[in-house]
């Protein structure tokens, strides 16, 4: 992480970490609505000046006492009308300007915030498998719905630094054409109260933005495990176990946010209280020293009226020094992530296809392994099929029945020998995977046959859906192929979900099937229907199925068991 340079005030180190962090967060075209954004900011900020100068002359005049120079100036015009039109159409300009600034502001904080989500589910949905297992699910779900949208947060961070910091120099400058001497003391009591009051809280408030992301951590994490593990924690009667966790990281997160939500308000509260009290110090002043009351009138309402507008900018200024800690604390998160996700940018996974004479499918001499330091899942396999053909893989739990069919469509790669598809047509073999787990839509049925392959074409999921021995049971529901199946399928049995995920893999007519126990919660009598089916009506493609019952070896044309070797490896016997 960026810390900030501690040998300066901790306002102007943030600042210059935001700068250097925005630089490589904010994309080339947020970076040209981030410039819009500041031209809106120095128009009002022009105009709110101009108010301020327009002020003083306004109310010598209401009070009898115009300016020559006014008089003058508005010679033949009713110089009181005239000044009060002058003033509503420059506080007409300022509405204009504050509107498209917060309507320009709030549509570059959305587009920041829409592409750092959609930035980094790119990243993530183009990983390789071993790098997308190594982090836990609610990871990536936290870094999306809650890291994302915290670092983009920034956005409005920088808008309110920039428009704070632009009102600051521009009513400065009124200030000191006005009185040198009283800007030069008022602006010294402001920067006392400002940097004081950020001193105080700046180091605090990156300490708290820290715990805030690792309780955030474990909040999403106990979460995600609690959800997970829904019907165990039922069955054994655990609720206030996991409740009692949650709501641990809970008073954490909230302990936090806590401090994070007052630490900002700090600064604004003691520079209310220091320029109420330096204004109503001069006037009591002015009234002890028994000078005339109305000479101090107009300068009364001038100040009121630069401070009124000059005290939000400063207080947006400190707010803004307060959380900068935090934004930028997500914001180099959400970096390392891209940066993470773009070294191990997969644009496709598949197997690159061999021309030849002859299609088959084959491993030769593959060894695998999840980590270095571990031993091998499975070592020196060699296995052929040809095309078309069904292969059966048989064995133990544990024995790496599951890595050789991911090796086999190319999830996973080999640390040494090959991965061949041979094939001797002109286009690349269609590939179909159903692994042990699969996550259905929050749709329809069709949705979840369909998923996304193409428009959807009802003839072709019928057929699927024939193929599963899905069929008859879609029929009899009223809405068809509409009915929805509920989240992750919870509106169907675990054999029917089973079948609605072979007859989304079916949808697609592959060359090369890979069932990985794709029908162990269907029963025998079922399993044996839906195999004949498939393999009556689809001849000419392969299937790499993976059983322990003994029925369904009869479909294969080849099998091959797993066992374990004297090294703890996968071989074939």
């Known amino acids: 992480m960026t810390k900030p340079d501690l040998t300066k005030p901790l306002f102007l180190a943030h600042a210059q970490s935001l700068a250097k962090v925005l630089q490589e967060f904010l994309a080339p075209h947020h970076k040209r609505l981030l410039f819009l954004v500041s031209l809106w900011a120095a128009a009002l900020s022009l105009v709110e000046m101009l108010v301020a100068v ?183 009667g655990l609720e206030r176990f996991f409740l009692d966790q949650l709501d641990r990281a809970l008073d954490s997160v909230a302990y936090s946010n806590r401090r994070l939500s007052f630490m900002p308000n700090l600064p604004r509260m003691v520079l209310e209280f220091g320029l109420f009290s330096v204004l109503l110090t001069l006037i009591s002043a002015w009234v002890f020293l028994e000078r005339p009351i109305a000479d101090l009138l107009p300068q009364i309402i001038f100040y009121a009226f630069v401070v009124r507008a000059l005290m939000p900018a400063m207080i947006n200024l400190l707010s803004t020094g307060a959380v900068l800690a935090g934004s930028i604390v997500n914001m180099e998160l959400v970096l390392q992530e891209f940066t993470w996700a773009a070294a191990r940018d997969t644009k496709h996974i598949g197997i690159g296809a061999v021309a030849t004479t002859q299609s088959f499918f084959a491993l030769k001499n593959v060894t695998f392994h999840h980590l270095s330091d571990q031993r091998p899942v499975v070592e020196n396999i060699n296995l052929r099929m040809n095309h078309p053909s069904w292969l059966a893989l048989t064995g133990p739990s544990g024995v790496g029945k599951s890595t050789v069919m991911e090796l086999l469509c190319g999830i996973n790669t080999p640390q040494s020998g090959s991965v061949i598809h041979a094939w001797s047509e002109d286009r690349p073999p269609r590939v179909a995977y159903l692994p042990q787990q699969v996550a259905l839509l929050d749709g329809t049925i069709a949705d979840n046959v369909v998923f996304g392959f193409d428009a959807g074409d009802p003839a072709k999921i019928d057929q699927a859906l024939e193929l599963s021995c899905l069929k008859q049971m879609v029929s009899m529901l009223p809405l068809g192929h509409s009915a929805r199946v509920g989240t992750d399928g919870t509106q169907l049995s675990g054999g029917e979900r089973q079948r609605l995920a072979l007859a989304r893999a079916l949808y697609r007519h592959p060359d090369l099937l890979l069932l990985d126990e794709a029908t162990s919660g269907l029963d025998e009598a079922t399993e044996t229907q839906v195999l004949s089916a498939v393999k009556h009506a689809r001849p000419n493609m392969s299937v790499v199925f993976v059983t322990h019952r003994h029925a369904c070896l009869r479909f294969a044309d080849q099998v091959i068991s797993l066992g374990i070797d004297r090294c703890g490896s996968s071989a074939v016997q």
């Open 54 to 236: 327009a002020v003083v002359p306004y109310v010598q005049c209401v009070g009898g006492k115009c300016p020559a120079a006014v008089v003058k100036m508005l010679d033949g015009w009713p110089i009181t009308l005239a000044l009060s039109g002058f003033l509503f159409l420059l506080i007409t300009l300022k509405f204009v300007a504050q509107g498209l600034l917060t309507w320009t502001t709030s549509n570059f904080h959305q587009k920041v915030q829409r592409d750092t989500v959609s930035r980094l589910l790119r990243g993530y949905l183009h990983l390789d498998w071993a790098s997308f297992q190594s982090q836990h699910r609610a990871h990536y779900l936290r870094r999306c719905f809650t890291t994302a949208i915290d670092a983009s947060y920034v956005s409005q961070q920088a808008v309110a630094l920039i428009s704070s910091t632009l009102m600051l120099l521009f009513l400065t400058a009124v200030l000191l054409w006005h009185d040198a001497l009283v800007a030069f003391g008022l602006c010294v009591c402001m920067l006392i109260l400002g940097i004081g009051s950020q001193q105080l809280i700046g180091r605090a408030q990156n300490k708290f933005a820290h715990e805030r992301e690792l309780a955030t951590q474990r909040w999403n994490i106990g979460l995600a495990e609690c959800l997970g593990s829904f019907r165990e924690i039922r069955i054994y």
